[in-house]
């Protein structure tokens, strides 16, 4: 089992910046971040493989940065350029098989930008 703390969450201008952090209990090969917003369905923001290569949604390319620090079991999401869109709440996500099946979950932080 693994626990997922996310923090950083807020409300911020649109064109500004966040950076998420999430602190894991132990390490994981894969992590991520997904983000749901009301009504809609769960995305997939950003992941990192064990190989530290990285993916994002095309809606956030760009804009945000997704990195890891494995001596600290840490996940971060930098969010540069912040648009209303990005209203959501945002999860923390980890796999311990090196395929990216995202079986643990955090709680979640909610990141406003109001239009």
């Known amino acids: 089992q693994v626990s997922l703390v996310e923090s950083g969450g807020g409300s911020v201008q649109a064109g500004g910046s966040l950076r998420l952090s999430c602190a894991a209990s132990r390490y994981t090969p894969c992590m991520g971040w997904f983000r749901q917003a009301p009504g809609k369905e769960r995305e997939r923001v950003a992941i990192?493989?064990?190989?530290?290569?990285?993916t994002y949604a095309d809606s956030v390319k760009g804009r945000f940065t997704i990195s890891k620090d494995n001596a600290k079991n840490s996940l971060f999401l930098q969010m540069n350029s912040l648009k209303p869109e990005d209203t959501a709440m945002y999860f923390c996500?980890?796999?311990?098989?090196?395929?990216?099946?995202?079986?643990?979950w955090g709680q979640g932080t909610q990141v406003t930008v109001p239009s």
């Open positions: 996500a980890a796999s311990d098989a090196i395929w990216c099946d995202f079986r643990y």
């Open positions: 990192i493989d064990p190989y530290g290569s990285t």
